[in-house]
């Protein structure tokens, strides 16, 4: 198997700095990016190109914008190499001093804290941007950027123009100048394609087909592949595995680069082990792969998932903008012309000035020229009122007899003046919300439980700015229509994965690497402990390149290492029935519970998952082909196949092979117990074990119910197999615990799905309800009582 120095997962900000910052030290690397490179010019733009610029392999489609919608909250990340900065708006600017907050309370318990501050990140700051090289708008007259600052100034407020990583000028300290070549830096460009400084097209957000933006792909990346690292795009990473000597085992799919001849893409599952792993994901793609593979990773530790935040975005709009100097006339601010963002307004934290409440930003917000056709257009009305127009004046010169060959201004009244998108301004907020969302896995897919209720009084006071900038500009202000429902969409999801100063408090500490998995980091938004507040993509570069170089000198661990891993063998076990032979029965039985990790004791398990709403659950269809034998042996075996259900383990999972034993003898006398043993593998392809056992014994009261309805499970690692009329024997190492239980609407649903097969089904039935009835009389009615029953069967014979 291939062995490597470190494997880096994802190719955004954090990634993409550590994989350079490892190749440079001589280090192997191997960058896995689930995305395809993009090259100047491969950027979707038409309707055809565009349907197809999305990210759902499982409906095979493998391009740019990945779209995610939770119950109160949307986000927008992207899938290619260079990751998040292939979509954003450029802006790189530093964490304010003072929000590296230390013991901010939140409002459902706990606290933000920040183990590091400014100061830790100063030199980190610069490193970045001495790579990606921001510079400052150099059109102050862009009208967009102008209509922000006379906004702020009649204010009172403060604008400035931030740092924005794109190439205005051939190189460094040249004047700015439009589609002239960008010089090459010594390391070269991944793609060997030709860039091109900036045209002001608006184009930031949905990929630079001129190659303008300084992107992860043109710099860091570049410069790690020119220093030996080996970047692999469409490596989709689904498995993380520790290995006894230290390291991990890393498993992903590797997509093919076409469709094939069926019209879908090949998928090869592919291994590669490290001593060093750094997981660049971003938010939704660390969380969610740790989470899916807790099994594996289980000193991960309860703050998994915690801290989401979305930066404190929000999207409002100013719309038909008044001219101050010309009355009655719009204001020209024509936001598709330049870049995405070029000016911006910082409203003070409490931490700057008491009871100032959570700070924020204010930017403009541009959006590509072609943009301005779609926005137009879809005013219906107006639309229809202009073409009503030109009609009426082209049927005039007809009914009049008049030679009117050329119609040149009705064209132009048709097309209209574009008087709603040259006089309207997007305004982007982002800041210091609340830092209290959870990601969870639902039904195997990412979840966000996230409001905007605890963090109401600060999107109130960016509201209030954003209204003020409007009306100071002669506009309509409106919410985006989202807000309606109390929702927002972000593009800068961070936390999930929190350093913290402790174990309880976070998963890294405060150089970004796991407490319980040494030699396993996490160096993208997740890791941010709460909201950067300003533009986060420089802290969360400037975080990474601190925690690779604190890893970097570090004392290397010389591991021990075989050429091939031995093969996983699936322990031999006897076949527990014969599908083929004699009369058969079958019947569903659903059961759910609530299971914890880490946990052995049934009864603790079901406790603490109940709190922490793990649930579990299992359908199976309980199988025995030959009813004769299942009864006449000791163990009573039957089949069990079917599905479970657990969001922890990463959602419904298959029965791979499973084992019911009914009825069985134990050591107790007057005790029996109904056993289940099920074989699976958690989505991440760990193999797992559930067993779970009935205790049949007559207690006082009246127990029937509740001994026949409970289940007592543990999971166990590995396939575990049956002992002694499927007992376990105790080898298997048990990773969690909890109780299920049939619930009486699932039971009554479960007498419908008896079935009979072989030559006579409705004996078999008949057969196994004997069985069953004689079992449970033997467990709870006194001896006097099962002596008919007991003659009965002795007459029926076996």
């Known amino acids: 198997m291939e062995h490597v120095d470190a494997v880096v997962v994802g190719s955004g900000f954090g990634a993409s700095v550590s994989a350079f910052r490892l190749a440079d030290a001589g280090r192997s690397v191997v960058v896995l990016e689930r995305g395809r490179a993009y090259p100047p010019g491969s950027f979707a733009r038409s309707p055809y190109e565009m349907s197809r610029a999305f990210w759902e392999p499982k409906d095979e489609l493998f391009g740019l914008f990945d779209i995610r919608s939770f119950r109160k909250i949307e986000g927008i990340v992207s899938a290619g190499l260079g990751g998040g900065s292939l979509i954003y708006a450029n802006v790189l600017l530093r964490k304010d001093e003072r929000w590296f907050v230390h013991d901010s309370p939140l409002p459902g318990g706990g606290y933000e804290n920040w183990p590091i501050g400014r100061g830790d990140l100063e030199r980190h700051y610069d490193a970045v941007e001495a790579m990606m090289t921001p510079a400052t708008n150099p059109y102050p007259d862009l009208p967009k950027a102008k209509a922000l600052r006379d906004a702020a100034a009649s204010l009172g407020l403060e604008s400035f123009s931030p740092p924005l990583a794109i190439s205005f000028a051939p190189h460094p300290g040249a004047p700015a100048q439009p589609k002239q070549i960008i010089d090459e830096p010594a390391?070269?460009?991944?793609?060997?394609?030709?860039?091109?400084?900036?045209?002001?097209?608006?184009?930031?957000?949905?990929?630079?087909?001129?190659?303008?933006?300084?992107?992860?792909?043109?710099?860091?990346?570049?410069?790690?592949?020119?220093?030996?690292a080996d970047i692999r795009t469409l490596a989709d990473v689904f498995g993380v595995t520790p290995l006894p000597d230290g390291g991990y085992e890393v498993r992903y799919t590797q997509y093919g680069t076409e469709p094939e001849s069926d019209g879908k893409r090949g998928r090869v599952d592919v291994r590669i082990t490290c001593d060093q792993l750094f997981l660049g994901a971003g938010t939704f793609g660390s969380t969610t792969l740790l989470l899916r593979n807790r099994v594996a990773l289980p000193a991960l530790g309860r703050a998994l998932g915690s801290r989401f935040s979305g930066n404190g975005d929000l999207l409002t709009f100013s719309l038909a903008a008044q001219s101050t100097s010309d009355a009655g006339h719009q204001r020209l601010i024509d936001p598709a012309y330049g870049p995405v963002i070029t000016t911006a307004i910082r409203r003070p934290d409490g931490v700057d000035e008491e009871g100032a409440g959570r700070g924020y930003y204010v930017q403009e917000a541009g959006f590509p020229e072609f943009a301005n056709w779609l926005i137009e257009t879809a005013q219906v009305t107006s639309s229809m009122k202009r073409a009503a127009a030109v009609v009426r004046q082209l049927i005039s010169y007809r009914l009049s007899e008049k030679n009117e060959s050329t119609i040149s201004a009705e064209v132009a009244k048709l097309v209209g003046q574009g008087r709603l998108t040259s006089s309207s301004l997007p305004l982007l907020g982002m800041g210091r919300d609340t830092p209290d969302g959870k990601i969870t896995l639902t039904d195997g897919e990412l979840d966000v439980e996230w409001t905007t209720a605890t963090s109401a009084e600060y999107f109130d006071a960016m509201r209030s700015t954003m209204k003020d900038i409007s009306d100071t500009l002669g506009g309509r202000f409106r919410d985006n229509p989202l807000w309606w429902t109390k929702r927002v969409i972000t593009v800068h999801p961070l936390g999930g994965t929190p350093m913290g100063r402790h174990v309880h408090e976070g998963v890294v500490d405060s150089w970004n690497e796991s407490f319980g998995h040494p030699?396993?980091?996490?160096?993208?938004?997740?890791?941010?402990?709460?909201?950067?507040?300003?533009?986060?993509s420089l802290t969360i570069a400037a975080m990474s390149d601190r925690a690779v170089e604190h890893a970097l000198e570090k004392p290397r661990v010389k591991r021990r290492r075989a050429n091939a891993p031995a093969p996983v063998e699936e322990p031999a076990v006897s076949a527990p029935v014969d599908p083929a032979a004699g009369r058969g029965m079958e019947f569903t039985e659903k059961m759910r519970g609530f299971v914890a990790l880490g946990q052995a004791d049934p009864l603790t398990g079901w406790r603490l998952g109940r709190q922490l709403t793990q649930r579990f659950m299992f359908t199976l269809t309980i199988t025995a082909p030959d009813v004769e034998r299942f009864v006449g042996s000791d163990d009573h075996t039957a089949v069990a196949d079917g599905y479970v259900d657990c969001d922890i383990l990463g959602g419904q999972l298959p029965v791979q092979r499973g084992w019911a034993n009914l009825f069985v003898d134990t050591e107790h006398e007057g005790t029996r117990e109904m056993r289940y043993r099920l074989w699976f593998s958690d989505m991440s392809g760990t193999p797992l074990t559930m067993y779970g056992f009935k205790t049949v014994r007559d207690d006082p009261g009246f127990d029937i119910w509740t001994d026949t309805s409970t289940l007592y499970i543990r999971l166990m690692k590995g396939h575990v197999p049956p002992g002694e009329n499927g007992s376990d024997d105790g080898t298997g190492e048990v990773i969690g615990a909890g109780v299920l239980k049939i619930l009486p609407a699932d039971f009554?649903?479960?007498?419908?799905?008896?079935?009979?097969?072989?030559?006579?089904?409705?004996?078999?039935?008949?057969?196994?309800?004997?069985?069953f009835t004689k079992s449970v009389m033997d467990a709870y009615l006194p001896p006097a009582s099962k002596e008919p029953a007991s003659s009965a069967r002795k007459g029926a014979g076996r």
């Open 187 to 228: 390391y070269g460009n991944i793609h060997g394609a030709t860039r091109l400084t900036c045209r002001l097209c608006g184009e930031c957000d949905i990929g630079c087909n001129e190659g303008s933006k300084n992107t992860l792909d043109h710099n860091y990346l570049s410069a790690a592949k020119h220093k030996g």
């Open 748 to 771: 009554a649903r479960q007498l419908t799905t008896f079935k009979g097969s072989g030559g006579g089904p409705l004996q078999s039935i008949a057969r196994f309800g004997a069985f």
């Open 519 to 536: 030699g396993l980091f996490v160096v993208d938004g997740s890791a941010v402990p709460g909201p950067v507040g300003p533009n986060p």
